[in-house]
């Protein structure tokens, strides 16, 4: 059963034009029409892990805003739980959580027992039930010691912990996660995954997460969705990403002896100034062994390295694959 | 909007709960907050002092009933708490969108910290305005089976206030800048509220002006039923506070969804 | 006198670029402006009501007490354009905020203080002249009351960077900062002679509002060279402590290693 289905979701914001006078502007103000979202069309199954990746202004946050009820689309249709969020945004607003990254839900002053305690009333819960998923969360969260220190004095890592455990007391059914690690330190990212991990798994919520960071797509989705203008331009399994389109290795090496020039085969020269070269290698065409090989015929090597593209280079490539042009954009945040 | 429901009052009374305890977290804040309310009254006693002169009374005032009055508009007038800003932030970042995720209506969840905040420094500015009042000039003239009356009237002028501000706060949506408009907002109270002065020292056209508005419901009726209460006038006072009240949510509801409304056709 | 002439062409190239830079806004920057303005004019009909009423309070009149309030408008409008920093010093040195300042070849009190101009407090130097304007006309006196004005900038500032560096010294200060700035302006508001004896002292010296307002319209009303060079001593002797005690205070400066709160 579909836990979201979208289908044709557009969204087109009217933007003030800056250049004009201040003045002029407010009393005839030109509107130009940029389209966040045009026509993003996908479903998400109950329980299952999505991630949601492009670069700013791709259209990521104003995609969720309209699933979340926040906004309203100028067409198309979207249901969450068989709800359409923008019509019955209370009703839907009891059988969601969300975790915006930047942004805290907490109160400040106070330990987080007292956000937990008001959660509670704000999301309508029995005492006995509240008690009994706190209880659970604490466990499972590690939250004994955190509870009673007012949120100020939290490391962001455990601060986290606490937003996390703060979205699920009222047992959503699918949760949005806006840059869930984001700022994180190594340790605190990867106690974050596994959490995420264990709500899907063990409660089966369906979690719709967007970041930057290749290493939680990697190790929690099954599923990552690829967007631009909230386009879907890849739907597929981080593998097979991976696969199609982490074949790019980048090689930067320094020779002994300078060259005139480097050809080979699935290569592309990137950057070659003097003894130095930057080279990306399609693996799919060649082996990093052989482009080894054949500069070792030129020159013994000085230095080399060898590197993964990053995220945004491997979405840069996906853009280029599908035609797709323009990167990024405003950020219509 | 939500029903009203035990659970939804729940919700909301614990909301101000939790911002009143958030508000209270630091110790150095409340006293220092409380001392500038002390000082202005303080001061006013001190001018009112040079105004009476001689004097023993002034439009049926007593000298004694003058300063327990100041203790009360100045009790209610700093003890508001500045949500102003805050809304306006809220607005302008667009956070309003993260209050919309959750089962709360925008306009209820500021009235509640509002509540609860304003309760913060009430508590202790009472306490504190009531000691100096009566070192000054003794005991309050007032019987202590109408300060539940007094709570009610002094209820509706808070919740007079936040519609006031929070429909200010709004314009954000539309204006730049809100705080300029709260800089003449706190001057109206000051002069048309009767913070200072009660009205009916006022020449008789301003006093009509004054009476015709909502402002005088929030300072000089609450104050003045405080210091000389009657059973007529408290219930024209909670009448008219009352009519006002729902002319005000009404706007404050409309203005809102027009505003929401811009957020949602054009992005926060 | 060539170091004054250049630190004083500093202070006016910094000012220029601040109005400049409020001007960006210029709807808001006009409408903060004019309804400062409002604001103002509002109090003053708030004292015409009570001089409807009485005839004088404590000795004053009317005329008096508008001037007053001209005068203190006008101080706080030159010292807030000016040295707009002076209001946030403490969140400055509490979140280590002043290492930009320090990194610079200029006088850091000075290059701190001027960094920032409230838009809003030219709307009160405005109001403050226009009612010197209103009162005067165009005599020699308007002068003499911006150079007044002026003056008792200089005591408000230093008085208020005085508290604001106890920050150095007991971590932050900024509530006692925020207290003493109120107090200062609504002691300023109101003619002296109200206050108690004791009262009074207090407010020539730990609070000195006296020298913003009071003092300013008795030197207008009757000139004294008495009294006008203990004010001038005033100013001059609370720039000087205001610099030793901030640059005492700048020796045990943290930097700025405080991580902003989310509030």
């Not at chain 1, 631009?228 to 990403?241: A, C, K, R």
């Not at chain 1, 979405?315 to 990167?327: D, F, M, R, V």
């Amino acid at each position: 059963m579909a836990a979201i289905t979208v289908s044709n979701l557009r969204k087109t914001f009217q933007v003030r034009t800056a250049a004009q006078g201040r003045i002029k502007g407010l009393f005839n103000p030109i509107f130009t029409e940029v389209e966040a979202v045009k026509g993003a069309t996908f479903s998400v199954e109950r329980g299952e892990m999505v991630a949601f990746i492009g670069p700013n202004g791709a259209g990521k946050s104003t995609t969720i805003k309209m699933l979340t009820g926040i906004l309203h689309p100028t067409a198309g249709e979207a249901q969450v739980l068989g709800l359409t969020p923008w019509v019955e945004r209370q009703k839907l607003a009891m059988k969601i959580g969300s975790v915006f990254g930047q942004k805290s839900q907490l109160w400040f002053h106070l330990p987080p027992k007292d956000t937990f305690r008001l959660l509670s009333y704000i999301y309508e819960l029995d005492e006995s039930v509240f008690k009994a998923r706190l209880g659970k969360l604490v466990e499972v969260f590690e939250l004994d010691e955190l509870l009673h220190i007012p949120v100020r004095k939290l490391s962001l890592g455990q601060r986290m912990r606490c937003e996390i455990a703060a979205c699920l007391l009222h047992k959503p059914e699918v949760l949005f996660f806006d840059e869930p690690t984001i700022g994180l330190d190594v340790v605190a990212k990867r106690k974050i995954r596994e959490l995420i991990a264990s709500i899907n798994k063990e409660d089966g919520v369906t979690v719709f997460l967007t970041s930057h960071d290749t290493g939680d797509i990697e190790t929690l989705c099954k599923r990552v969705m690829v967007i631009n203008h909230g386009e879907v331009i890849l739907d597929s399994s981080p593998q097979l990403l991976r696969r199609e389109f982490l074949r790019m290795k980048t090689i930067g090496v320094r020779l002994e002896e300078e060259i005139e020039s480097f050809i080979h085969p699935g290569v592309t020269v990137l950057k070659h100034k003097g003894p130095g070269l930057k080279l990306r290698v399609d693996t799919a065409v060649t082996s990093v062994d052989d482009v080894y090989a054949a500069l070792r015929q030129h020159s013994r090597l000085a230095d080399i390295y060898i590197s993964d593209p990053t995220l945004d280079e491997v979405i840069e490539e996906i853009y280029q694959a599908t035609g797709s042009i323009t990167l990024g954009g405003g950020g219509y945040r | 909007m939500d029903i009203v429901s035990t659970k939804a009052v729940r919700k909301y009374s614990f909301l101000a709960k939790t911002s009143f305890a958030s508000k209270i977290a630091y110790p150095l804040d409340v006293i220092s907050r409380t001392f500038f309310f002390a000082l202005v009254l303080f001061i006013f006693t001190q001018l009112w002092g040079a105004l009476l002169g001689a004097d023993s009374s002034i439009a049926g005032f007593s000298r004694q009933q003058l300063v327990w009055y100041l203790m009360a508009t100045e009790s209610i007038m700093l003890s508001n708490a500045r949500i102003e800003r805050r809304i306006e932030d809220d607005v302008k970042s667009g956070a309003v969108a993260y209050i919309l995720i959750r089962p709360l209506h925008f306009v209820w969840y500021q009235c509640a910290i509002y509540f609860g905040e304003s309760a913060s420094s009430l508590i202790f500015n009472i306490l504190i305005g009531s000691i100096i009042a009566t070192l000054l000039v003794g005991v309050p003239p007032i019987s202590v089976g109408f300060l539940p009356l007094i709570l009610v009237v002094m209820t509706l002028a808070f919740l007079l206030q936040f519609l006031i501000k929070i429909f200010l706060a709004l314009l954000a949506f539309w204006v730049e800048d809100t705080g300029p408009f709260f800089w003449i907002y706190s001057k109206v109270l000051f002069t048309l509220g009767g913070l200072f002065v009660p009205i009916d020292i006022y020449p008789e056209w301003l006093r009509r002006v004054t009476v015709a508005m909502p402002f005088n419901y929030i300072l000089y009726q609450p104050a003045r039923l405080f210091v000389n209460f009657n059973l007529a006038a408290f219930v024209q006072v909670l009448g008219i506070q009352a009519m006002w009240s729902v002319l005000l949510t009404a706007l404050v509801l409309y203005i809102y969804k027009q505003g929401v409304k811009k957020v949602s056709v054009n992005g926060g | 006198m060539s170091t004054a002439a250049k630190q004083l062409r500093f202070v006016v190239e910094q000012l220029r670029v601040n109005i400049l830079s409020n001007m960006e806004y210029r709807i808001s920057f006009l409408v903060q402006m004019v309804f400062m303005v409002l604001n103002d004019v509002m109090l003053l009909f708030f004292w015409w009501v009570i001089f409807q009423r009485f005839d004088n309070i404590a000795g004053w009149g009317q005329k008096d007490i508008f001037l007053l309030y001209a005068l203190s408008a006008g101080t706080y409008g030159i010292a807030y354009t000016i040295f707009g920093n002076a209001l946030r010093l403490s969140s400055l040195i509490v979140e280590g905020q002043l290492d930009y300042y320090l990194a610079l070849p200029k006088d850091v009190w000075l290059n701190v203080l001027i960094s920032k101009s409230l838009a809003s407090t030219i709307g009160d130097f405005v109001f403050g002249v226009g009612m010197c304007l209103a009162i005067f006309g165009f005599s020699y006196k308007v002068l003499l009351a911006i150079v007044f004005m002026m003056v008792a900038s200089l005591i408000l500032i230093s008085a208020a960077t005085i508290v604001h560096s106890l920050s150095f010294f007991m971590g932050n200060a900024e509530q006692i900062a925020a207290v003493f700035s109120e107090s200062m302006l609504s002691f300023s508001l109101y003619p002296i002679s109200v206050f108690s004896l004791s009262v009074r002292a207090l407010l020539y010296t730990a609070i000195p509002a006296a020298f913003i307002s009071f003092v300013p319209v008795s030197l207008l009303q009757e000139f004294s060279f008495g009294l006008f060079s203990l004010f001038l001593g005033v100013a001059v002797f609370g720039i000087w402590l205001s610099r030793r005690v901030f640059y005492a205070g700048l020796k045990r400066y943290e930097s700025g290693n405080l991580v902003a709160p989310r509030m």
